[in-house]
């Protein structure tokens, strides 16, 4: 015989389960967002079949959305930055882009805006692409990041350094928006 307890959770069991107080569980019971049984002694039975149909749906729900990109571009042109970002923005509302013209302020958006892909320019004032590809390939906390290497001075030598450096491409200027879009799409998903 099935005992009654193998068919039911106690507000406790729920409270441990989904991670949050039998307080608010009981507000659920009372709003209908769970449905439950109330014993002779006054206490609330929560089918466990509905919890299941519950924690399923919100597994699926949670892996159904997709996390959002960020992308980081650095250019000392400031047209470039504006251009780029509005583009990435209004390709694909799964992309988060921010953008500097400020080689110092990109470090810092390294570590603060934390992108998945940073669009560097290679020849900049104050530090260059080089320099700061080196240092976010060179920092645990960064060096995931991939990197999009554009430039207006695509010589062979330019080109393999800042390879070695750690960026994972190199677009010559002027370049289409639509392939900087397409590297992005490509970079993402060898990243899953």
Same mark, same amino acid.
């Given at each position: 015989?099935?005992?009654?307890?193998?068919?039911?959770?106690?507000?406790?069991?729920?409270?441990?389960?989904?991670?949050?107080? =039998? %307080?608010? %569980?009981?507000?659920?019971?009372?709003?209908?967002?769970?449905?439950?049984?109330?014993?002779?002694?006054?206490?609330?039975?929560?089918?466990?079949?509905?919890?299941?149909?519950?924690?399923?749906?919100?597994?699926?729900?949670?892996?159904?959305?997709?996390?959002?990109?960020?992308?980081?571009?650095?250019?000392?042109?400031?047209?470039? %930055?504006?251009?780029?970002?509005?583009?990435?923005?209004?390709?694909?509302?799964?992309?988060?882009?921010?953008?500097?013209?400020? $080689?110092?302020?990109?470090? =810092?958006?390294?570590?603060?805006?934390?992108?998945?892909?940073?669009?560097?320019?290679?020849?900049?004032?104050?530090?260059?692409?080089?320099?700061?590809?080196?240092?976010?390939?060179?920092?645990?906390?960064?060096?995931?990041?991939?990197?999009?290497?554009?430039?207006?001075?695509?010589?062979?030598?330019?080109?393999?350094?800042?390879?070695?450096?750690?960026?994972?491409?190199? %677009?010559?200027?002027?370049?289409?928006?639509?392939?900087?879009?397409?590297?992005?799409?490509?970079?993402? $998903?060898?990243?899953?």
């Amino acid at each position: 015989m099935l005992n009654f307890n193998d068919k039911f959770y106690t507000t406790g069991q729920i409270a441990r389960i989904l991670n949050c107080s =039998r %307080v608010t %569980v009981f507000h659920w019971i009372h709003s209908g967002k769970i449905s439950a049984i109330k014993t002779v002694g006054g206490h609330y039975r929560i089918p466990k079949d509905k919890i299941e149909k519950i924690l399923k749906s919100a597994s699926t729900a949670i892996k159904g959305k997709k996390r959002k990109t960020k992308i980081l571009v650095v250019d000392d042109d400031h047209h470039i %930055v504006k251009t780029l970002v509005l583009f990435l923005q209004k390709i694909s509302p799964l992309y988060d882009v921010y953008g500097t013209t400020d $080689s110092f302020d990109a470090g =810092r958006l390294m570590v603060t805006f934390k992108p998945d892909i940073a669009i560097i320019d290679i020849v900049m004032p104050g530090m260059d692409g080089f320099e700061i590809v080196e240092k976010i390939k060179s920092d645990p906390l960064t060096k995931h990041t991939k990197i999009i290497a554009i430039t207006g001075y695509g010589t062979k030598e330019n080109i393999e350094k800042i390879k070695q450096k750690g960026a994972s491409i190199c %677009v010559m200027k002027p370049f289409d928006y639509y392939e900087i879009a397409n590297i992005i799409k490509k970079l993402t $998903s060898e990243a899953k």
